[in-house]
């Protein structure tokens, strides 16, 4: 800096220097004149004291040529480097310093009304006569000074302020209130110190209260801003309005007091006596004015209080019904002293809060945290209400505001928050803009708090990546679609996720006369539990033992299912790794449970109580006892004698040749501690090479389709999990595709000109998704066998895409056809009448309606007309509300779908979370809504292995050494078995397979079960022979669950027949009446059907379609299906029950030197890993 010339120092720090180049400069020499320039190299700085800005600029100046250049020096914001600038900055603008002189003016005016109170305590009224105590007071020397020197720097404050504020109107200031009684109790004082005769005239100095209180809202504005805090408007109103309440009080004493010194002579004491009796309307007379001035007084603030005081309550409630509306804030000192969690939602709807809460604190151990709500929208009348509930109001805080701002996380104290569950609004319209604006809140919310745990809901699979960061993500799509496709191979997949995923304690139903129901409700309080073996008492015992043998014994001797592990250094759960698998003491167990084993207890009971009991509750699942919270014992003696391994290359379980003694029980496998290449049936599972897998059909050979196992080269979006499947040799034409037009490959029309061996799945959809390839990769996954394959019709709104296209013409046996389920020509060309399952999506573009349930109407409907036309056909559906279940397959005048309702309703009053269960379609797996499966994101809050079991269960994931859900029906061959418990250890010690439950069919004879049922639903608790009807209806179900057929409906009956019935009605009983009516009315649907049938087949005629597949007389109505999950060991099995499994991974037992991979999972997958396995 020493070579720059003086402009370029900083030796003038209060000027602001720059250098403009001009032709002719101001202030520059004549033109013959000499001229001085700045040449040479150095740094310019240029300042700004205002911290306006900095520039730093560095420049070579040099003579161009004979140019003249002229530096001129220009001062920038020379306007506040002012005297009045800078007072201004002092007084004004600057926050601190402006806050220490508002709080000394605010100090100044209530020293000025401490005074007078002083002042007036001093006086003695009694001094004078007339008016003129009014006007002449005794003031102490002492006491005027300190008056006078407090009125000097009181105006001189109020005139600089002035004068800093002015804008050019002068009048603007002076008629400012707070300057005129500023003027009014200052200047008095001033000349008095002129005039000595006036030191003792009376002066209203109490009036400085209300300058006082006005420094006070600007004290605390000045205070708000240099803390950088914004405080509520409702502090601020309740302290302007107490505030203003004071100062009508102390204006008002004093008045009175002072002007009816020449009246009563009151003290202060009586004056606020007299005002706070005033004021409060009580008005006892004893101290009253006497002279008018007085009176005019108390008229005058009299009036003053019923207008201020009224304007400022009513803006209190005002702000305070705002509060209200927007929650208020989340105090630090709770949320630094007790637990919380946030839910950011976009819109708050009752069902989802309902099932949030009930779900969330269904866990004890979740009792003392709080949930607070941040939501944009206002709250819904419906959740005001529930949340006043004192059940809730006391441990939910609902708040209004964006996840996107900071404020409101602040409010909310996401920092300090347990969890943060962000639920995506899947009643929107466009979906993606919903996934949007889900991603935006969950990266606001990682940014503010970024130790907070996130479980985030997304609705389509491509946008899961963007959260990854998320510690659990649950994608919407990705489960239905997944679910559905399981709902086809393994009927009542989504009952089964959904029973596992609800907290229930199996207490449903269970005072109903309805066996099955009582059964049904109680097997549906399991769940899955973990725990580390070396710490269970189910388990520890079986350490350095085989999984199959942990199993098998645990589910013996404590009822409980193990049906995975994780090794202590691996975060991949593994089901059913398998009989190869030696349990080790740092392993964490996953087991299904009616409860945790922690809140177990264990009784030892004596081995004849043991045998007694056996003796007792061996009669079948319709008699077992009601055990202790663990599940049943078991109880029945199982032979556990040693018949080797069958060399059968099938995994039948088929009566083995020998027989013992006549009338003995066949003897099973024993389940093997330790598993070795002798005992264990690896042929069944990889050596035996079905006909199927090894020489393709003629069929296949003349299509020229050869099927090869891999994963699929092209995924329609990110984030997808790779898994192997079934896949073409090379891909299809996206031409062939076309169920419905014919191309150059092929002429084929409909679904019937292809002639497909296996029945139909067909999937009705709006658009084809991303989230529709996760239905066809379980469908087509490597354990399917190949020959079981059914081929899959997309029947679309809109026609796909072309990368989705892409993506699926790898899939053997997947085709799509534009069309809709409201057009019955569409249902029959895509061979509704060859399907074996129809899969009804709910569509987006209904999904958001004016009314909420309705967004469901388009749906029901057209699934009530196929139920109609097609009443053989297995139908799944896909609804938005659970509550819209009670319409599927709707049926007005069935008294047994009644009974249900009611039953439905008594379960809600006592505040179960599985009302709905007991509807026949959900329980029977044919309706399923999504949000249902909202609570295995809160589940996963205190189990946060529940959204890796149920991927793996459902198959979007595949680790290496899992086993996969699959099921098995049981047949006539297969009653020998007898109980769950022997079925349990054949499947252990032969395939390794693992039961996790049973779904049963039941038929149901509605001409005594809707009678028996509509009365029994409505009075169970009154009527006193329960036990006569549940032992006639246990001993029916006995009887009828062998054949499924022994209630035939109506066949042809003539109308005269009809009449006849219709007029001995008045000679029967009751009872015999209904069972009349019953007849009528299925004659009548027997008409109706035939009509609807006629339909069909003329419209099959003028298609072109022969009507021969067309089964009319079928109908299914007269069954009930439900689910038992894990259901006691001695379990009666009974004819066509279908056993869920959990079946080790085939690849996990391939030998290392395989040659290839194609080669070596074509050649091991033998005839066991069909999904339904012959008994």
């Not at 009616?594 to 008699?623: M, P, V």
């Not at 490959?745 to 991303?770: M, W």
Request: with cysteine.
């Amino acid at each position: 800096m020493t070579g720059l010339p003086l402009v370029g120092r900083q030796k003038f720090p209060r000027r602001h220097w720059s250098m403009l180049r001009s032709a002719h400069p101001i202030g520059s020499p004549a033109r013959g004149g000499s001229k001085q320039h700045l040449h040479g190299g150095g740094q310019l700085f240029v300042v700004n004291r205002g911290g306006r800005r900095a520039v730093r600029a560095r420049s070579r100046w040099r003579r161009l040529g004979n140019e003249n250049i002229n530096w001129v020096q220009v001062e920038f914001y020379m306007n506040e480097n002012t005297f009045k600038e800078r007072l201004k900055l002092f007084f004004i603008k600057n926050q601190r310093s402006s806050l220490r002189i508002r709080l000394f003016n605010f100090s100044l005016k209530l020293l000025s009304c401490f005074l007078y109170i002083i002042r007036v305590l001093l006086d003695d009224p009694t001094q004078g006569f007339g008016w003129s105590p009014i006007i002449w007071v005794n003031r102490s020397l002492p006491l005027w000074g300190l008056q006078v020197s407090v009125a000097l720097i009181s105006l001189f404050e109020t005139l600089l302020l002035s004068y800093l504020s002015y804008k050019g109107n002068i009048w603007e200031q002076i008629l400012r209130i707070p300057f005129l009684l500023e003027i009014i109790n200052a200047v008095p004082f001033i000349i008095t110190i002129f005039w000595p005769v006036l030191r003792n005239l009376f002066i209203p100095v109490f009036l400085n209260c209300w300058l006082a209180k006005h420094a006070l809202e600007n004290m605390i504005n000045d205070l708000h801003r240099a803390i950088q805090r914004t405080q509520s408007a409702m502090f601020n109103q309740v302290l302007i309005l107490i505030s203003t309440l004071l100062c009508l009080i102390f204006t008002c004493i004093c008045g009175i007091q002072h002007l009816e010194r020449a009246g009563n002579r009151l003290t202060l004491f009586d004056s606020l006596y007299f005002c706070i009796v005033t004021f409060s309307t009580v008005g006892f007379g004893d101290v009253t004015p006497k002279i008018w001035p007085s009176k005019l007084l108390v008229v005058i603030m009299i009036c003053v209080a019923l207008v201020v005081l009224p304007i400022q309550f009513e803006q209190l409630a005002y702000l305070w019904m705002e509060r209200q509306k927007s929650g208020g804030n989340y105090s630090r000192h709770r949320a630094q002293t007790e637990k919380h969690i946030v839910l950011c939602v976009s819109s708050l709807k009752i069902d989802l809060l309902m099932d949030f809460l009930n779900e969330f604190y269904a866990h004890p151990r979740l009792q003392d945290y709080y949930v607070v709500i941040l939501c944009p929208t206002e709250m819904d009348a419906q959740v005001r209400r529930v949340l006043q509930i004192p059940m809730w109001s006391q441990r939910v805080i609902y708040l209004q505001g964006s996840a996107l701002k900071d404020q409101d996380l602040l409010r909310a104290k996401m920092d300090d928050a347990e969890a943060c569950f962000i639920l995506s609004s899947r009643c929107e319209v466009d979906r993606t803009a919903a996934d949007h604006q889900t991603i935006l809140r969950a990266w606001a919310v990682k940014d503010f708090a970024p130790n907070c745990p996130l479980y985030v809901q997304i609705l389509k699979p491509e946008n899961k990546f963007h959260i990854k960061f998320a510690d659990h993500v649950v994608c919407e799509e990705e489960f239905k679609y997944a679910m559905l496709a399981l709902n086809c191979i393994c009927p009542a997949t989504s009952t089964l996720i959904t029973l596992l995923v609800h907290t229930s304690r199996g207490q449903e139903s269970q005072q109903s006369p309805e066996q099955w129901q009582k059964l049904y409700g109680r097997c549906s309080g399991n769940e899955v539990y973990h725990i580390n073996l070396e710490e269970s008492t189910f388990f520890a015992e079986y350490e350095g033992k085989s999984f199959t043998y942990a199993s098998f014994h645990a589910h013996k001797k404590f009822g409980v299912c193990l049906i995975g592990v994780r090794k202590e250094d691996s975060k991949n759960i593994l089901l059913n790794p398998g009989p190869r698998y030696i349990m080790s003491s740092t392993d964490i167990c996953f087991y299904i449970n009616i409860t945790k084993e922690e809140n177990s207890a264990f009784k030892k009971q004596e081995k004849h109580k043991k045998k007694k009991e056996s003796k007792l509750s061996y009669h079948g699942a319709s008699r077992l006892p009601v055990h202790s919270i663990i599940a049943s014992m078991g109880t029945v003696a199982i032979d556990l004698q040693d018949t080797g391994c069958r060399t059968s290359s099938k995994p039948t379980l088929a009566l083995p040749s020998e027989g013992g003694k006549e009338g003995r029980r066949p003897s099973i496998a024993p389940v093997l501690e330790v598993a070795d290449s002798s005992s264990l049936q690896t042929c069944d599972l990889l050596s035996d090479q079905s006909e199927d897998e090894t020489t393709p059909s003629d069929d296949e050979v003349s299509a020229g389709l050869e099927y090869a196992k891999g994963y699929p080269p092209y995924s329609p979006y990110i984030g997808s999990s790779p898994t192997f499947c079934h896949l073409l040799q090379e891909k299809v034409p996206f031409c062939c595709l076309r169920l419905d037009k014919g191309c150059q490959h092929n002429y084929y029309e409909d679904a019937k000109a292809y002639g497909f061996k296996n029945k139909l799945i067909i999937v009705a959809a709006e658009t084809a998704g991303n989230g529709l390839y996760n239905f066809i990769v379980p469908l087509r996954a490597y354990y399917r066998p190949k020959k079981e394959l059914n081929p899959i019709v997309l029947l679309l709104d809109n026609p796909p895409d072309m990368h989705f296209l892409d993506a699926i013409c790898w899939f053997p046996m997947v085709y799509y056809m534009v069309g809709s389920i409201d057009n019955l020509d569409d249902l029959l060309r895509c061979g509704v009448t060859f399907a074996a399952n129809m899969v009804v999506v709910d569509k987006e573009s209904t999904m958001s309606a004016e009314e909420d349930y309705m967004a469901d109407a388009k749906t029901i409907v057209n699934v009530q007309t196929l139920f109609r036309l097609f009443s053989s056909l297995s139908i799944i559906t896909e609804l938005t509300h659970p509550a819209n279940m009670r319409f599927m397959q709707f049926r007005a005048k069935d008294c047994y779908s009644l009974a249900l309702s009611k039953l439905e309703k008594k379960e809600r009053e006592k505040g179960s979370n599985l009302a709905f269960m007991f509807r026949l379609p959900f329980a029977a797996g044919r309706v399923f809504s999504i949000s249902m499966l909202d609570t295995l994101l809160y589940q996963s809050f205190v189990k946060d292995y529940m959204i890796s079991i149920t991927r793996l269960l459902l198959g979007l994931d595949t680790t290496p050494g899992s086993g996969f859900l699959c099921s098995m029906k049981i047949t006539e061959e297969d009653l020998w078995i007898r109980t769950y418990a022997r079925l349990y250890q054949k499947l252990c010690s032969s395939t390794g397979d693992i039961p996790i439950g049973v779904y049963r069919t039941e038929s149901q004879k509605l001409t005594t079960s809707e009678s028996q049922i509509s009365i029994s639903v409505e009075e169970w608790e009154d009527t006193k022979d329960t036990k006569e009807q549940i032992s006639y209806r246990s001993s029916h179900r006995n009887s009828t669950s062998s054949d499924q057929s022994d209630h035939p409906l109506l066949r042809r009956k003539s109308m005269q027949w009809a009449r006849r019935l219709s007029r001995r009605v008045p000679r029967h009983s009751g009872k015999t009446t209904e069972k009349i009516n019953q007849q009528r009315m299925n004659l009548y649907r027997r008409s109706e059907r035939q009509e609807l049938a006629e339909l069909v087949k003329n419209r099959m005629k003028h298609l072109g379609l022969s009507p021969a597949g067309y089964d009319e007389m079928n109908d299914h109505q007269n069954t009930l299906s439900y689910i038992l999950i894990n259901p006691s060991p001695d379990t009666r099995l009974e004819l066509n029950d279908i056993v869920y499994l959990i079946r080790p991974d085939p690849l996990a037992y391939v030998p290392n030197s395989a040659p290839n991979r194609k080669d070596s999972f074509c050649n091991t997958v033998g005839q066991d890993t069909r999904e339904e396995t012959q008994l």
